[in-house]
């Protein structure tokens, strides 16, 4: 019976993809439904919650954007510029720290930020602002192996997302969608370090869907797999969201649909073969990617169970389809202002494309920093409501011909943001299969930070202005909120020890599109950085 | 001091600079999430509607900033773009719009980087050692000309190898670079040595590209042996005979300035 039990739980556990006492991967478990069990802290005595301990990264450059992952006690946290540390998760105390030696000139564009770790087989990975992987010792953080991708400085690309672990492999994504070069996931085994697959996110020539890029133009297409991908071990599928073509808004040199850019791919987690693809975005002008997380859920469509998987797009859309094989199933927006399609079909197929002219501004909703940015979304088993954020928000973009430099930035454009009537930030429960809204919280900024659901009905976020906050999951009202002093970019967690439940939460003010928010915010550029992780619990007494 | 003001002054005020800097600026500086069109503000911060030191702004346009997203741009844009861009940006310090009303439509863009300006023969070689569309290329492992990773040797000492000798370390069925590690858990892999610290050896393990740098403690070494048994084969299979020749020319070409014509048959 005794060792029967790991393998029930572990079946169990799959169905219902549920955190319990670790916050063992960046999406909580491989599903990202980003969701605990963990009950102990609820709707009844959130209010109640205090803070235990805080922990200083020491480097507020780009702000936090990590999700801490904890394993028997542990916090491991990965912060900007490839800092890691093993924290005491009970006391905030440091066990280890590892900082990795970037080289001393990175110079490409995408923020020295670090999403987060995965942690496997006693160590500890991370993918690196110069394009390593590498692989730590759990108990020392001593550097086991370290791997380069490819050279920074030729793809124009790094690591800034989380690993993702699947069949004893490592399986990193890389940015570098604006960047003149061809994007990619590559898997390598965690015990040697060695490259075990790669796959392309554009076809080379020869290969099927070359053919849907014109010319050379699949050499520099862009394509990046920036965030982290997700992985169902029943029907062996690493799924990953595929970024914007590049450049990002000149689309003349690359005409055709450009596959597999602005789509989901299913590969093979064996062999990193292409099983299935969906592509929600043929031929992008808008750079829209299609990177951010891949949730997995079983639901009823249309009365028959279907293994879905839901993926919200840079462009404000959310598209859900059968993971099984990629079938379409629906579409639905999550904000309110998006003019650069007028909708899209029940066969999955954007109408009415609103796409920007060269050299003459044009007004497109959202703005590039997205209809929602990459922080996650949050899937609640017991309400079964899915939890994402929307930004109301939009930009002049002025399209100028480009031609790639290999590795340069290739964006093909400027953009300028505008404030529409209704600019700001929400926080919206959604069914998940029909995209009906069962409530809104409404922000003054967009909500930057991803979403904690818990067995507590609770939803847990923050905001820009430094505000951790608790909403009921069922209705949205706020039930709790802490000034941690810096805004809110990374995404919280909650575990437990000895029978404790904790909530910990990165604060720290930064990224990309906190500096574009400056443009129509501008007292936003004054908005504290910082670089924290801050953890509550109620306090011994009341539990 | 007064003249260096003045010149200052003077070239902050030459419009031709300004506009020649704004056409630039447009293209580099505020393309992407980057200073946002006429500096108002994205990653990089805000330049519009700010005083900066003249030199100051030459200094970090040329050199870039260390541990940022800002590159220096001393191999994309000339001294003299450099000067107009910072002349641009010099007059963006009296703008009170939060962005131009007319942002200047972008034009040429910096250089290319990794250009290659150099024979032909050269070129070809230089194309096909950097070919990002092969994995492994030979910059998989091998820095050349400031590019490319460099675990294997410096290949710039490989200049003064002949035609022959550089076709046999490519082709060769092994290295003399390279040994056999014998870990005591069994484990045994070729390997490159670069160096140990503490306890700490540092090897490549080069079983399949790219190499992977291992760190491994000196007791779990069973043992390090000098022994042939690792080659380029891999790599060298991604080569035509005619593209090997053109990569021994671009060493020759980056290594010692020489330019040679390499024939194939040369390489056997």
């Not at chain 1, 205090?50 to 916090?75: C, E, H, N, R, Y």
């Not at chain 1, 796409?355 to 959202?366: M, Q, Y």
């Not at chain 1, 340069?408 to 809204?437: E, T």
């Not at chain 2, 050896?201 to 190499?211: A, E, H, I, N």
Request: charge should be neutral; proline fraction near 6%; aromatic fraction near 10%.
């Amino acid at each position: 019976m005794k060792t029967a039990l790991p393998l029930f739980f572990a079946v169990a556990a799959f169905a219902q993809d549920v955190t319990r006492e670790d916050w063992p991967q960046y999406g909580g478990g491989p599903s990202a439904w980003r969701h605990s069990a963990l009950d102990q802290i609820d709707r009844s005595n959130v209010r109640q919650i205090v803070p235990v301990w805080a922990f200083q990264t020491g480097k507020v450059d780009g702000g936090l954007q990590s999700t801490p992952i904890v394993v028997d006690g542990v916090m491991y946290l990965a912060t900007s510029w490839n800092r890691v540390f093993a924290i005491d998760a009970v006391t905030g105390k440091e066990l280890w720290h590892y900082f990795y030696q970037n080289p001393r000139e990175i110079g490409i564009i995408y923020s020295p930020v670090n999403r987060g770790v995965a942690v496997d087989s006693g160590r500890v990975f991370m993918g690196t602002l110069d394009n390593h992987v590498v692989a730590l010792d759990r108990k020392t953080g001593r550097e086991l192996w370290k791997t380069n991708v490819e050279d920074m400085q030729q793809c124009g690309c790094n690591i800034t997302g989380a690993p993702l672990i699947a069949k004893g492999k490592v399986i990193v994504g890389v940015t570098g969608g604006d960047s003149a070069h061809r994007g990619y996931i590559t898997a390598f085994d965690i015990k040697t370090g060695r490259q075990a697959w790669r796959f392309w996110t554009i076809p080379a020539k020869g290969e099927k869907g070359n053919e849907t890029w014109l010319g050379d133009s699949w050499k520099y297409g862009g394509g990046s797999s920036w965030m982290t991908g997700s992985f169902d071990a029943e029907l062996n599928m690493v799924y990953w969201g595929v970024g914007n073509p590049a450049a990002d808004f000149y689309g003349e040199s690359r005409k055709g649909a450009n596959l597999y850019t602005d789509s989901v791919v299913a590969l093979d987690a064996d062999t990193g073969a292409l099983k299935w693809h969906h592509q929600q975005i043929p031929h992008d002008v808008w750079d829209w990617d299609s990177a951010y997380e891949c949730l997995l859920v079983d639901l009823p469509v249309n009365g028959k169970m279907r293994k879905l998987l839901i993926n919200v797009n840079k462009g404000g859309y959310t598209f859900v389809v059968d993971r099984t094989n990629g079938e379409f199933i629906s579409a639905w927006p999550v904000a309110k202002n998006i003019n650069w399609i007028a909708g899209v079909n029940a066969k999955g197929e954007l109408m009415g494309r609103n796409e920007p002219a060269i050299g003459k501004p044009t007004t497109i909703c959202p703005s590039i920093g997205g209809g929602r940015s990459w922080n996650h979304a949050a899937y609640s088993p017991r309400t079964k409501l899915f939890y994402t954020t929307g930004i109301e928000w939009c930009q002049t973009v002025t399209v100028q011909k480009e031609d790639p430099k290999e590795g340069q930035n290739f964006f093909g454009g400027v953009f300028q943001l505008k404030m529409p009537a209704d600019g700001g930030g929400h926080l919206d429960a959604y069914d998940p299969v029909s995209g009906k809204r069962i409530w809104t919280y409404r922000s003054k900024y967009p909500l930057l930070a991803s979403q904690l659901s818990t067995a507590g009905d609770l939803i847990f976020t923050g905001d820009p202005e430094g505000n951790f906050f608790a909403l009921d999951a069922k209705t949205g009202e706020k039930l709790w909120s802490f000034q941690t002093g810096s805004g809110h970019r990374g995404s919280p967690v909650t575990y437990s020890v000895r029978g404790r439940q904790y909530v910990a939460t990165p604060s720290g003010w930064g990224s990309a599109v906190a500096g574009i928010m400056t443009q129509i915010w501008p007292e936003t550029e004054d908005f504290p950085p910082g670089s924290t992780v801050f953890t509550f619990a109620l306090p011994e007494v009341t539990r | 001091m007064i003249a260096v003001a003045l010149l200052m002054a003077q070239a902050a005020a030459d419009p031709a600079a300004v506009a020649k800097g704004e056409a630039i600026f447009a293209q580099s500086c505020s393309v992407g999430y980057c200073h946002g069109v006429g500096g108002s503000a994205g990653r990089g911060p805000r330049l519009r509607g700010r005083g900066f030191d003249r030199t100051y702004l030459v200094n970090v346009t040329r050199d870039g900033v260390p541990k940022s997203a800002m590159p220096g741009w001393k191999d994309r844009l000339s001294g003299g773009e450099i000067d107009s861009v910072v002349s641009y940006i010099m007059s963006l310090a009296s703008a009170t719009d939060a962005a131009p009303a007319n942002p200047m439509p972008p034009g040429v863009g910096p250089a290319a980087v990794n250009a290659f300006k150099g024979p032909a023969q050269a070129g070809r070689g230089h194309a096909a050692f950097f070919d990002a569309q092969k994995q492994p290329r030979c910059a998989t492992c091998h820095a050349l000309g400031g590019r490319g990773i460099a675990a294997g040797p410096d290949l710039s000492k490989a200049a003064s190898m002949t035609p022959k000798q550089l076709g046999a370390a490519i082709q060769a069925t092994s290295s003399n670079h390279t040994s056999i590690v014998k870990l005591k858990n069994g484990e045994s892999f070729p390997a490159l040595q670069t160096g140990s610290e503490g306890g700490i050896v540092k090897l490549y393990d080069l079983t399949s590209p790219p190499p992977v740098l291992r760190s491994v403690l000196r007791e779990e070494i069973g043992s390090i042996a000098k022994e042939t048994g690792w080659s380029h084969g891999a790599v060298s299979k991604e080569y035509t005979a005619a593209q090997l020749a053109d990569i021994v020319s671009y060493i020759y070409y980056a290594g010692a300035g020489t330019t040679r014509p390499v024939k194939a048959e040369e390489l056997k």
